[in-house]
T-cell receptor, first 111, second 113 residues
Framework: GESVGLHLPTLSVQEGDNSIINCAYSNSASDYFIWYKQESGKGPQFIIDIRSNMDKRQGQRVTVLLNKTVKHLSLQIAATQPGDSAVYFCAERTGGFKTIFGAGTRLFVKA | GAVVSQHPSRVICKSGTSVKIECRSLDFQATTMFWYRQFPKKSLMLMATSNEGSKATYEQGVEKDKFLINHASLTLSTLTVTSAHPEDSSFYIC?????????FGPGTRLLVL
């Protein structure tokens, strides 16, 4: 069945450093991938997305990389700030809008 | 941007009672809404997909008679947890889509005593 997973459950970084959060997916038919940020007690917040016909997409301080060969997705956060502390989920869609979430990585930013 | 609201934000109920959670799209019409469930320190698990005016499609393992979903209008979907038990305590999150984008609500914390 479909599954999206993460390599690391927690990540601790120093403020100002870059963060890299990784994700592996298993459904090769997925054509759209999204990264979400979730703060405690809140719903997921969209960060950045990428379609399967791309391998890199950049936003403000964030970059998503997609490697379809090994079914790997990563989120890079530049100059990580205390406000970036949250749980980050990768998610995938296959065709329609049914979004399947990965396990999540908790990011701790040390001041 | 588009906003999705949920009501209530948190609810405490006694075991055996039913609880209704509302999900509203505030400035757009949502042809499809989704209900997710999230246990502490876990990921969001899709429970069901509801389309306006039709029956919801439930994911494998989700009891449709336990979790009643109604999507009577393009801006409102409700999830009713019937005969709630302590194991139903969880964070319930809805999501609504327009033609291009999926938006998530702030979640409802349910505690069943």
């Amino acid at each position: 069945g479909e599954s999206v997973g993460l390599h690391l459950p927690t990540l601790s970084v120093q403020e100002g450093d870059n963060s890299i959060i990784n994700c592996a997916y298993s459904n090769s038919a997925s054509d759209y991938f999204i990264w979400y940020k979730q703060e405690s007690g809140k719903g997921p917040q969209f960060i950045i997305d990428i379609r399967s016909n791309m391998d890199k997409r950049q936003g403000q301080r964030v970059t998503v990389l997609l490697n379809k060969t090994v079914k790997h997705l990563s989120l890079q956060i530049a100059a990580t700030q205390p406000g970036d502390s949250a749980v980050y989920f990768c998610a995938e869609r296959t065709g329609g809008f049914k979004t399947i979430f990965g396990a999540g990585t908790r990011l701790f930013v040390k001041a | 941007g588009a906003v999705v609201s949920q009501h209530p934000s948190r609810v405490i109920c006694k075991s055996g009672t039913s609880v209704k959670i509302e999900c509203r799209s505030l400035d757009f019409q949502a042809t499809t809404m989704f209900w997710y469930r999230q246990f502490p320190k876990k990921s969001l698990m899709l429970m069901a997909t509801s389309n306006e005016g039709s029956k919801a499609t439930y994911e494998q393992g989700v009891e449709k008679d336990k979790f009643l979903i109604n999507h009577a209008s393009l801006t409102l979907s409700t999830l009713t947890v019937t005969s709630a038990h302590p194991e139903d305590s969880s964070f319930y999150i809805c999501s609504a889509r327009d033609s291009e984008t999926q938006y998530f609500g702030p979640g409802t914390r349910l505690l069943v005593l």
